[in-house]
């Protein structure tokens, strides 16, 4: 699109009717590129199952149904090797809390090949939910077509297929969920909705400082009976011995390979060498956003939307354990700011894509570019908010209001 409005002043304008086609041929192309990631994932899952995503979470719900020691390395292994299956890194750890290895039960519980094949027909399914509900929740100005794209570039990302067997698009759909919600001024239930992304806290952490600031009470109060919901099902799952184990678990495995993700705390471990600098690092960042947060309470009181889309984005840059897949939630900010930066939000999805496909295809170094991308993201949704507010003064100040006028109210923008 600025490439267009660039050089529309210097040649001949494209027509209509071939603008059409190439947009076409455009969606035709990342919808094949899409479906190739798709088939890595999928081949890459049933050919090489003992190093698939879904070994953990299967691991998790054989241990709680034969009343193991959920959060010890030894039991885990042992699991593993039960199943039949050895991860190339010795184990593929379950770090989730109980609940998720008793709802994925169903599907943990069968043959490894079978609930593999299961589990990736189910993940399809959400995903094809998650994208129809994208095209859903995008301006209804747009047309069919560019609200069919958009879809497809915002939740249908790159990012997003590289792993099947994971989390996304139940986090995805919940989240969108927390967005009809919120709009339709039912924040109680948005809030239990927006528990659900407790599956992984790292997606959504600083969520809760942003609607804080944002005076979002009810929307807090909803989220915290759904997190109190969360430690009552895990106490009734494993008791309160097992749960204390948790904590230093998951910085047990998580410290070691802080420098596999792809936010900026990873980043920085990479550098130093050093998997504790990942969480000092976090720790940084989320007090900056904190601060930011208390700056901009009074725009993200008036726009709510825009407290959940900014705390998302500002989630997965400052977790010190995120993963390509997890930034598939970031389809809920190019809708928050799609009626008036919707195509500079689409155009970083595009460039995380672009990013995805280099890097797991020819150069992993390219995936280092993927956190400054979502820290754009971030600051697209701070532009949008930041509008309202600047137009009004400019208005005020470039239009005083006249004594007649101070008759009418202001109107709310």
């Given at each position: 699109m600025?490439?267009?409005?660039?050089?529309?002043?210097?040649?001949?304008?494209?027509?209509?009717?071939?603008?059409?086609?190439?947009?076409?041929?455009?969606?035709?192309?990342?919808?094949?590129?899409?479906?190739?990631?798709?088939?890595?994932?999928?081949?890459?899952?049933?050919?090489?199952?003992?190093?698939?995503?879904?070994?953990?979470f299967?691991?998790?719900?054989?241990?709680?149904?034969?009343?193991?020691?959920?959060?010890?390395?030894g039991?885990?292994?042992?699991?593993?090797?039960?199943?039949?299956?050895?991860?190339?890194?010795?184990?593929?750890?379950?770090?989730?809390?109980?609940p998720?290895?008793?709802?994925?039960?169903?599907?943990?519980?069968l043959?490894?090949?079978?609930?593999?094949a299961?589990?990736?027909?189910?993940?399809g399914?959400?995903?094809?939910?998650?994208?129809?509900?994208?095209?859903?929740?995008l301006?209804?100005?747009?047309?069919?077509?560019?609200?069919?794209?958009?879809?497809?570039?915002?939740?249908?990302?790159?990012?997003?297929?590289?792993a099947?067997?994971?989390?996304?698009w139940?986090?995805?759909l919940?989240?969108?969920?927390?967005?009809?919600?919120?709009?339709?001024?039912?924040?109680?239930?948005?809030?239990?909705?927006?528990?659900?992304?407790?599956?992984?806290?790292?997606?959504?952490?600083?969520?809760?400082?942003?609607?804080?600031?944002?005076?979002?009470?009810?929307?807090?109060?909803?989220?915290?009976?759904?997190?109190?919901?969360?430690?009552?099902?895990?106490?009734?799952?494993?008791?309160?011995?097992?749960?204390?184990?948790?904590?230093?678990?998951?910085?047990?495995?998580?410290?070691?390979?802080?420098?596999?993700?792809v936010?900026l705390?990873?980043?920085?471990?990479?550098?130093?060498?050093?998997?504790?600098?990942a969480?000092?690092?976090?720790?940084?960042?989320?007090?900056?956003?904190?601060?930011?947060?208390?700056?901009?309470?009074?725009?993200?009181?008036?726009?709510?939307?825009?407290?959940?889309?900014?705390?998302?984005?500002?989630?997965?840059?400052?977790?010190?354990?995120?993963?390509?897949?997890?930034?598939?939630?970031?389809?809920?900010?190019?809708?928050?700011?799609?009626?008036?930066?919707?195509?500079?939000?689409?155009?970083?999805?595009?460039?995380?894509?672009?990013?995805?496909?280099?890097?797991?295809?020819?150069?992993?170094?390219?995936l280092?570019?993927?956190?400054?991308?979502?820290?754009?993201?971030?600051?697209?949704?701070?532009?949008?908010?930041?509008?309202?507010?600047?137009?009004?003064?400019?208005?005020?100040?470039?239009?005083?209001?006249?004594a007649?006028?101070?008759?009418?109210?202001?109107?709310?923008?």
């Open positions: 600025a490439v267009g409005r660039s050089s529309h002043p210097y040649g001949d304008p494209v027509s209509w009717r071939s603008g059409r086609a190439f947009g076409f041929l455009c969606v035709a192309v990342y919808g094949a590129i899409a479906a190739g990631f798709i088939a890595r994932s999928v081949t890459g899952a049933l050919t090489s199952p003992a190093n698939s995503d879904w070994v953990a299967a691991v998790g719900s054989h241990l709680l149904r034969s009343g193991g020691c959920l959060y010890c390395v039991s885990q292994l042992a699991t593993t090797h039960a199943l039949g299956l050895a991860p190339g890194d010795g184990i593929n750890p379950f770090v989730s809390l109980p998720v290895g008793f709802v994925f039960e169903p599907l943990g519980l043959p490894p090949l079978q609930g593999i299961v589990t990736l027909t189910v993940c399914a959400m995903f094809c939910a998650a994208v129809a509900l994208t095209w859903k929740l301006p209804a100005v747009w047309r069919a077509p560019h609200r069919a794209g958009g879809a497809l570039v915002a939740a249908g990302s790159l990012v997003g297929l590289v099947f067997l994971q989390w996304q139940v986090m995805l919940a989240l969108l969920m927390t967005l009809v919600l919120q709009r339709g001024g039912r924040l109680v239930p948005a809030g239990l909705v927006m528990s659900l992304l407790l599956i992984e806290p790292q997606v959504v952490w600083l969520v809760v400082p942003m609607l804080v600031a944002a005076r979002q009470w009810r929307t807090l109060v909803g989220f915290a009976i759904g997190a109190l919901g969360w430690l009552a099902a895990s106490l009734e799952l494993v008791g309160p011995s097992q749960l204390l184990r948790w904590p230093g678990f998951l910085l047990q495995t998580h410290v070691s390979d802080a420098y596999r993700g936010g705390p990873a980043f920085v471990a990479s550098i130093t060498g050093n998997g504790s600098a969480f000092w690092s976090s720790a940084a960042l989320a007090t900056a956003a904190c601060v930011l947060a208390v700056g901009f309470r009074r725009a993200l009181h008036e726009h709510p939307s825009h407290a959940l889309a900014l705390g998302i984005a500002l989630s997965l840059v400052a977790a010190p354990h995120i993963y390509a897949q997890d930034l598939t939630v970031l389809a809920l900010p190019c809708i928050v700011v799609a009626n008036r930066r919707g195509d500079a939000a689409l155009l970083v999805m595009l460039a995380l894509s672009a990013i995805t496909a280099i890097g797991f295809l020819e150069a992993p170094q390219f280092r570019l993927i956190p400054e991308t979502v820290l754009l993201m971030a600051a697209i949704v701070l532009d949008d908010l930041r509008t309202p507010l600047h137009r009004l003064g400019s208005d005020r100040v470039a239009h005083p209001i006249t007649p006028a101070m008759l009418d109210p202001i109107p709310h923008r």
